[in-house]
């Protein structure tokens, strides 16, 4: 069955340092995508990612999607108070629904 | 309404009694899923509608649970004889058309079992 892993599980940074996330799949994707869950609140879609090696940015967010489709990224530039949260890839691999990875949960000291 | 709606927002129940959540989904929404999260975990997928084929049921934990969905509105969820690994918060989705279209969340409602 699919294989989804999200690493780290857990990160602390200082405000104002670089945060990355990695979401791998033990199989080729069809698209992937990236939610935010703010503590105590529920999941919102940040963006979806399609085309093999495809980057998008939203602000201080940079999304890469892998050229072999497996693999993809979430990384923050200067880290603010308020990406506190869990970050989530969600892959579509095809079946009916998507596939949730476990989450990093994100701290960030002001 | 604007975003996918969720009752109870919180429910507290002894063990052995049934429950019902439910869910309204964003109006249009084809597609709506049904998710578990127990507290620090991810999302344990549950079940998945979509328009009028046969739901997706392979997340459903145990017999205890099933779902309903009436055509393309309101759909329920429920716990049958209720056991305290079942606290969670149950989140419920929609989406345009299902499969890999973005998800709207509801805020979820949070079940205690004592």
């Known amino acids: 069955g699919q294989q989804v892993m999200q690493i780290p599980q857990y990160q602390h940074v200082q405000e104002g340092e670089d945060f990355t996330t990695y979401c791998n799949s033990s199989t080729t994707l069809s698209n992937i995508q990236w939610y935010k869950q703010r503590p105590g609140g529920h999941p919102v879609f940040l963006i979806q990612l399609v085309k093999s090696g495809e980057v998008k940015k939203q602000k201080r967010l940079t999304f890469q999607f892998g050229e072999a489709k497996k693999n993809s990224s979430l990384h923050i530039t200067a880290t603010q108070t308020t990406d506190v949260g869990t970050y989530f890839c969600?892959?579509?691999?095809?079946?009916?629904?998507?596939?949730f990875g476990s989450g990093t949960r994100l701290q960030v000291q002001p | 309404g604007a975003g996918v709606s969720q009752s109870p927002s919180n429910k507290v129940t002894e063990k052995g009694k049934d429950v019902e959540l439910r869910c309204d989904p964003i109006s249009g929404h084809t597609a709506l899923y049904w998710y578990r999260q127990r507290l620090g975990q991810g999302l344990e997928f549950l079940i998945y509608f979509q328009g009028n084929s046969a739901p997706d049921k392979s997340g459903l934990p145990s017999d205890r649970f099933s779902a309903e969905r009436t055509g393309e509105s309101v759909s329920t969820l429920t716990i049958q004889r209720t056991q305290q690994e079942d606290s969670a918060v149950y989140l419920c989705?929609?989406?345009?058309?299902?499969?890999?279209?973005?998800?709207?969340f509801g805020d979820g409602t949070r079940l205690s079992i004592l």
């Open positions: 989705a929609s989406s345009n058309r299902g499969g890999n279209q973005p998800q709207h």
């Open positions: 969600a892959l579509d691999t095809g079946r009916r629904a998507l596939t």
